[in-house]
């Protein structure tokens, strides 16, 4: 979960109620015929304008929840997506806003495409070691995130209870949920890395001997052991394939990935987050990794 989404949708609000539009109707016999539709220019923090189309369901006053695709292929042809993929939200009254990305189509800005790349290589680590903390509450999870970081790991990944709950129930993940204590609202995922057994053993005993002083997280599952370790990162890798096996007519929709938060605003953007969600009446599954 990242800050910079939550800011970028709460600038494009602003800019709709500000910008000049167009207002347009799809013709007769369109399958977006039930949207009002807007095509406006609206700016980034860099001065470019990006072309912006804007489906609103027609006769409707009250709040809605929205939609965002930004695109290469243009968004001339929108309104084709209601008849395929998009046709349920359609239907259930999400206003949709499709944008040309910078330098395409009606967008300004200069399109680049990266032809060669020049990458700096690290070796992998000798050793790792996993310190798996257990939490009651994913806020307090995410709090902890930042005094984690402070420590050096190689990695820090979270997996909150919706996806522990859908491996609880899953043949194959089920066998992989050895290491979970209780039934934690998220996990924390915390991996060190060394030159040896001895340093990374050390690491975690550090973690471990900070986490009893400060009082976070109610349980921790050390894995030091390779193919233990091997399990617990399968477990975590499974989570989005876990999220779309639901069962029942609910399923979930993926719309805020690859966001970047500071470590310090993540357990502010998760509140908010989750507070819009209450107020839609919809649940959500987090996880990610630092």
Same mark, same amino acid.
């Given at each position: 979960m990242a800050i910079a989404?939550?800011? #970028?949708?709460? #600038? $494009? $609000?602003m800019a709709l109620a500000s910008a000049a539009v167009v207002t347009g109707r799809q013709q007769a016999g369109s399958p977006?015929?039930?949207f009002d539709v807007r095509d406006v220019m609206i700016g980034a923090r860099d001065g470019v304008h990006l072309h912006t189309r804007i489906f609103t369901p027609k006769n409707q006053r009250e709040p809605l929840p929205m939609i965002m695709l930004r695109t290469p292929y243009g968004n001339a042809n929108a309104a084709a997506r209601f008849?395929?993929?998009?046709r349920g939200l359609a239907d259930e009254g999400y206003i949709f806003v499709f944008q040309d990305i910078r330098g395409k189509y009606g967008s300004e800005g200069t399109f680049v495409i990266v032809l060669e790349a020049k990458m700096r290589l690290v070796d992998r680590p000798k050793h790792v070691a996993l310190d798996v903390i257990h939490y009651r509450d994913i806020q307090e999870a995410l709090e902890c995130s930042q005094a984690i970081l402070e420590s050096g790991p190689y990695a820090v990944e979270l997996t909150d209870k919706m996806i522990l709950d859908l491996?609880?129930?899953? =043949? !194959? %993940?089920? &066998?992989?949920? @050895?290491f979970v %204590? @209780?039934?934690?609202?998220? =996990? $924390? =995922?915390?991996?060190?890395?060394?030159?040896?057994? !001895? !340093?990374?053993?050390? &690491?975690?005993?550090?973690?471990?001997?900070?986490? %009893?002083? !400060?009082?976070?997280?109610?349980?921790?599952?050390?894995a030091l052991d390779v193919r233990e370790q091997g399990e617990i990162w399968k477990l975590? &890798? #499974? @989570? $989005?394939?876990?999220?779309?096996?639901?069962?029942?007519d609910a399923k979930p929709l993926a719309f805020v990935e690859d966001t970047a938060v500071p470590p310090k605003d993540l357990a502010k953007f998760v509140a908010r987050f989750r507070e819009i969600f209450a107020r839609h009446e919809v649940d959500g599954a987090y996880y990610g990794h630092c």
């Open positions: 989404p939550n800011t #970028a949708v709460l #600038a $494009l $609000l977006a015929n039930e008849t395929s993929y998009m491996a609880r129930g899953n =043949i !194959e %993940q089920s &066998k992989r949920m @050895g %204590q @209780g039934d934690p609202a998220a =996990i $924390l =995922i915390v991996e060190y890395a060394g030159d040896t057994a !001895e !340093e990374v053993r050390a &690491k975690v005993d550090a973690l471990e001997a900070r986490r %009893q002083r !400060e009082r976070f997280g109610y349980a921790a599952s050390v975590r &890798k #499974a @989570g $989005l394939g876990l999220l779309f096996g639901t069962h029942g």
